[in-house]
Nanobody, 126 residues
Framework: VQLQASGGGLVQVGDSLTLSCKGSGDTFSDYAVGWVRQAPGKEREHVAAISRAGRVTRYGDSVKGRFTISRDNAKNTVYLRMSSLKPEDTAVYYC????????????????????WGQGTQVTVSS
């Protein structure tokens, strides 16, 4: 599956922003999907993950309660709603997907993803 991330931009502290990840080229609902971010000079961080049907989600500790991942398989799209943004949320955000995941399961480690989109830059200004 090919993944296209969009929606990044420059926002202020406390603002909200929604990222989108659109899949193409395969049956999108066959893939568990997630968002992974990388800030300059830091390791990649698994931000959020969602199961194939969207019923199960998982979040990194740094974004729990502020970020919400969701998906619309009819539109082949996964969303990341980010609220109460902080300067430390500044990063390039990548969407990633993995096929052959058991129904109801999420990817727990970002190295397990076997499809990656290009990143979208999110900058939170104070």
């Amino acid at each position: 599956v090919q993944l296209q991330a969009s929606g990044g931009g420059l926002v202020q502290v406390g603002d909200s922003l929604t990222l989108s990840c659109k899949g193409s080229g395969d049956t999108f609902s066959d893939y568990a999907v997630g968002w992974v971010r990388q800030a300059p000079g830091k390791e990649r961080e698994h931000v959020a993950a969602i199961s194939r049907a969207g019923r199960v989600t998982r979040y990194g500790d740094s974004v729990k309660g502020r970020f919400t991942i969701s998906r619309d398989n009819a539109k082949n799209t996964v969303y990341l709603r980010m609220s109460s943004l902080k300067p430390e949320d500044t990063a390039v955000y990548y969407c990633a997907a993995r096929d052959r995941v058991v129904t109801g399961a999420v990817v727990t480690t970002f190295t397990q993803y076997n499809n990656w989109g290009q990143g979208t830059q999110v900058t939170v200004s104070s």
